[in-house]
C-alpha cells in the first residue's frame, strides 16, 4: 500500500511497511548510519540516523522507525546535525588519536563522519579505557581501543556465520566487544573469515600483515620469489584504481607483480582446474561406491575450521583435496621446483587471496611438510591494493601481460570459483564428462547461480540424477546439514562457502559492503567465461601435462601425497 510523506518539506511516496531510512535511500536522500546493516532489522543503537519529526520535534532512530501517512520528518535540520555532532564526539572522546598511523586512514566512517560534520576541536574529554590490542589470531588482529561499540561484527558473525565468537562484554561504559572468557581469537571459535573486518567502520578490526616478511624475502637475492592471485581477485580491484567495478585487470595485474619484483606470477585459476580433476573424481568414486556422501567442497578455509569445530561428525564428508591456494603452493614447491631446478627451500611462495582465512589455512600442520609451508604468506585484495602503491605501480597506463607458464594457464570454469556456485559449476562439467564422455551440451548451470542463501538443482548425468546444493553463509549451511542429519539423502555434492556472495565478497577484499558491486563482479566472472574458449578443467593444456609428466592420475599416489589433505575435530572455547 502506498502512502504519502514529508521529507525536508518535500512529498514523497513510501510503502506502508517501509521503514524511514529505507524511504530515504530509495530517493537518495543520504543520512549517516553507524550500527545498521542492510538487510538485517534495526536495533538503533548508534543514534547517527536520527531525524527531526516536524510535529512534535522529536529525533527519532530512521532505521527503526516505520513511515506512516502523513508523517513529516526533517534529515539535517539544526537539532538534528547537533545531535549527531555530539554523538561523533562523545566517540571520538575515547577513540585513539592515531588516525595517521591507523590502517583505516582515509578509509574510517568515523573519520569521514567527523569531517562531515564539521568537527574541529575536542569539546569532550575524560579518561580513556585501556584495553589490549589482540594479535593472536593468523588472520585477524582485534584492537579495542578503537572500537565504537557499533556491534555490526557481533551481528555478522552471530547471525550470518552462526559462529558468535565475539561478543559484548559488561555494561555501560565499561562495555566492551570480547572473545569467550577474555581469551584470545586463536583459541575461540573464530574462523577467520573476516566478514567482521567488512563491516566495521574503524580500525578496530584489521587482518594481520605480512609486508614486511615479503618485502624482506624481495630483498633478498638468495631466494626466488613466487606469487599466485586467485580467481576473484583480477575482477575486484578495478574499482580501487576508479576503473568500473568488475573490470578485469588480470592483463595489468600480471605485469605490476612482476614491476613489484616477483620472480614468477601464477593464475590460482590453474590450481583450481587441478582442484576439480581431483575433486570430481573423488565425487564419482564416492557416488559409484555410496561411500561418505554427500561429498562437500573444500575450498574455502572459514567452511572448513567450522566443520572442524561445529560439525565434526561431517568431516568425513568433507573432500579430502586442498584448497587451489594450497594445491597451488604445494605444486609450486614440488614440479615447478624440481622442473625450474630450484630447491624448494630456496622458494618464498606469496598468494594473493580475497580471503583473510587464507591467512589461517597457510600456516595450518596438515599445510606443511618438514617444516617448509607449501603457502609462506598471504594478502588479502585490500593489502594487494596498498603494496602495489607502496611500490609505485601505475595500474592505469601499463603495459598488460601474461601469467608464467607452466602454471599460469586457466580455464573458465576454473574462474568461476570466485563466486558462488562457481566450484560445483565446474566440478559438475568434468564429472558429467567422465562419466558419459561427452560434453554438457550447455555448460551454464543457471539453478546454482546468484545470490540466494542456498541453490539446489538435480542434474542428469546418464542414469544418475546427481543432486547439488551451493550454500553462502555458514548460518546456512548448518541448516542443510541438520536436513541431512535428520535423513535427507537426495544431495551428492555440496559447496560451501563461509562469505555471501563467495569470494567476490571475502573478508579480503574492498571495503564496500554493497550488494551491487559484488554483483557485478560476479558477472564479470560469468562474462569470462562467456567469453571463454575453454570452458572445462579437464580440457586445460598445463593441467594434462602435469598428470602425463608428474603426477600421472586423480587420486593417484604422488596426487594424493601432494595434492591432499585431512581434518579432525578441533576444540576451541565457545
Not at 549517516?32 to 520535534?57: N, Y
Not at 574503524?202 to 624481495?218: D, P, R
Not at 580491484?237 to 595489468?252: K, N, R, S, Y
Amino acid at each position: 500500500m502506498s502512502i504519502t510523506i514529508e521529507v525536508n518539506n518535500k512529498k514523497i511516496e513510501a510503502k506502508k511497511d517501509e521503514t524511514i531510512l529505507e524511504v530515504l535511500n530509495k530517493n537518495g536522500i543520504h543520512v549517516p548510519t553507524l550500527c545498521h546493516i542492510k538487510g538485517m532489522l534495526p536495533d538503533g543503537a548508534c543514534r547517527m540516523c536520527l531525524v527531526e519529526q516536524k510535529e512534535s520535534g522529536k529525533l527519532i532512530t530512521s532505521c527503526s522507525a516505520k513511515v506512516y501517512d502523513g508523517l513529516e520528518v526533517l534529515t539535517h535540520s539544526p537539532k538534528v546535525t547537533e545531535a549527531r555532532k555530539v554523538i561523533v564526539e562523545l566517540l571520538l572522546s575515547n577513540h585513539p588519536d592515531d588516525c595517521l598511523y591507523c590502517v583505516r586512514n582515509l578509509n574510517c566512517e568515523l573519520q569521514t563522519l567527523s569531517e562531515n560534520l564539521n568537527v574541529r576541536e575536542r569539546r569532550i574529554s575524560g579518561k580513556k579505557n585501556q584495553l589490549k590490542i589482540d594479535r593472536s589470531s593468523p588472520s585477524i588482529i582485534r584492537d579495542p581501543e578503537k572500537c565504537i561499540l557499533c556491534g555490526r561484527c557481533v551481528r555478522v558473525c552471530e547471525e550470518v556465520m552462526g559462529v558468535s565468537a565475539i561478543d559484548f562484554v559488561n555494561r555501560g561504559n565499561q562495555s566492551y566487544i570480547g572473545v569467550a572468557f577474555d581469551k584470545g581469537l586463536n583459541i575461540s571459535s573464530c574462523v577467520n573469515c573476516g566478514q567482521c573486518i567488512v563491516v566495521c567502520p574503524t580500525g578496530a578490526l584489521t587482518e594481520k600483515n605480512h609486508f614486511s616478511e615479503i618485502i624482506q624475502a624481495l630483498n633478498d637475492k638468495s631466494k626466488q620469489v613466487v606469487v599466485q592471485y586467485a580467481p576473484a581477485i583480477s575482477v575486484s580491484l578495478a574499482e580501487e584504481f576508479g576503473l568500473p567495478i568488475g573490470t578485469d585487470m588480470v592483463g595489468a595485474l600480471n605485469a605490476a607483480l612482476r614491476k613489484i619484483g616477483f620472480n614468477f606470477v601464477f593464475d590460482t585459476t590453474f590450481a583450481a582446474d587441478l582442484t576439480i580433476m581431483e575433486e570430481s573424481a573423488e565425487l564419482i568414486k564416492r557416488v559409484q561406491e555410496n561411500k561418505n556422501l554427500p561429498i562437500i567442497s573444500s575450498c574455502c578455509p572459514s567452511w572448513v575450521k567450522y566443520a572442524e569445530e561445529f560439525v565434526p561428525e561431517f568431516l568425513d564428508n568433507v573432500s579430502s583435496c586442498k584448497s587451489p591456494q594450497q594445491m597451488m603452493g604445494s605444486v609450486i614447491k614440488s614440479y615447478f621446483a624440481e622442473k625450474s631446478n630450484i630447491k624448494k627451500e630456496d622458494i618464498y611462495s606469496v598468494s594473493l587471496m580475497p580471503c583473510t582465512a587464507k591467512k589461517f589455512e597457510a600456516q595450518r600442520e596438515e599445510m606443511t611438510t618438514n617444516g617448509i609451508s607449501d603457502v609462506d604468506a598471504v594478502l588479502t585484495t585490500r593489502e594487494l591494493v596498498k603494496f602495489i602503491r607502496l611500490y609505485g605501480v601505475n595500474m592505469l597506463d601499463i603495459e598488460p601481460e601474461v601469467a608464467d607458464s607452466p602454471l599460469g594457464t586457466g580455464t573458465s570454469a576454473g574462474k568461476l570459483f570466485g563466486t558462488s556456485g562457481g566450484v560445483a559449476e565446474a566440478a559438475i562439467r568434468t564429472a558429467y564428462y567422465k562419466l558419459t564422455g561427452t560434453e554438457l551440451l550447455n555448460f551454464r548451470i543457471p539453478e546454482i547461480r546468484g545470490f540466494k542463501n542456498r541453490k539446489e538443482a538435480k542434474i542428469k548425468i546418464g542414469d544418475l540424477e546427481l543432486g547439488v546444493a551451493v550454500v553462502n553463509g555458514l548460518g546456512n549451511a548448518k541448516k542443510l546439514l541438520d536436513e541431512i542429519s535428520a535423513g535427507r539423502s537426495d544431495i551428492h555434492f555440496i559447496e560451501i562457502m563461509a562469505c555471501p556472495g563467495g569470494c567476490i565478497a571475502g573478508g579480503g577484499q574492498p571495503l564496500n559492503f554493497d550488494q551491487e558491486a559484488f554483483k557485478k563482479r560476479a558477472e564479470a566472472l560469468y562474462m569470462i567465461d562467456n567469453n571463454a574458449f575453454v570452458k572445462v578443467s579437464h580440457k586445460n593444456p598445463d593441467v594434462i601435462n602435469l598428470y602425463n609428466n608428474y603426477l600421472k592420475e586423480p587420486l593417484g599416489e604422488k596426487s594424493h601425497k601432494l595434492l591432499h589433505t585431512n581434518y579432525t575435530k578441533r576444540n576451541v572455547l565457545k
